[in-house]
């Protein structure tokens, strides 16, 4: 999938290049409140981690600017998932609260993260084992159904 910001009045001027497979549809979604945020060290220290266990090297995540995801096995097929399955994922911002800073303010679970008796907790305590963060259930908000997307068609 390519992205093209449009400016006004004229044609797409570039585009945005997404990761394949990258957005799967959430079950369950708790906020971190307070966000945790990680100085720079720690957000490198989690980013490093988590590309030395890529779904691509026989791993069990997939990072993006946006995102750790939690699959349950390394991805089988020609660069897709073939048949392992999205368990769920943590969000992030960069350069907030200021710069240089990462706030993780999201967890989510999907259906199949559920079906294998996965939490937002468990999705978030297993994303943040991988820098050695032990995060506790405190300040993670009670997991809801994600609110509904206003530019998607129900299916």
Request: aromatic share 6%.
């Amino acid at each position: 999938m390519t992205l093209h910001p449009v400016p006004l009045g004229g044609p797409s001027l570039a585009g945005i290049k997404l990761k394949p497979h990258a957005i799967a549809t959430p079950a369950l979604s708790s906020h971190l409140r307070p966000a945790l945020v990680l100085a720079e060290r720690e957000s490198r220290r989690l980013m490093e981690a988590s590309r030395q266990q890529d779904v691509s090297v026989g791993g069990r995540f997939s990072t993006s600017p946006a995102c750790i995801q939690v699959w349950d096995m390394p991805w089988d097929g020609d660069d897709s998932p073939g048949t392992a399955l999205h368990l769920g994922s943590v969000d992030w911002n960069y350069d907030t609260p200021v710069r240089h800073y990462v706030t993780i303010y999201r967890a989510m679970v999907t259906a199949s993260g559920v079906a294998q008796g996965h939490t937002t907790l468990s999705v978030l305590q297993t994303v943040m084992a991988l820098s050695g963060i032990d995060v506790d259930g405190a300040r993670i908000t009670d997991p809801a159904p994600p609110v509904r997307d206003p530019f998607r068609r129900p299916a």
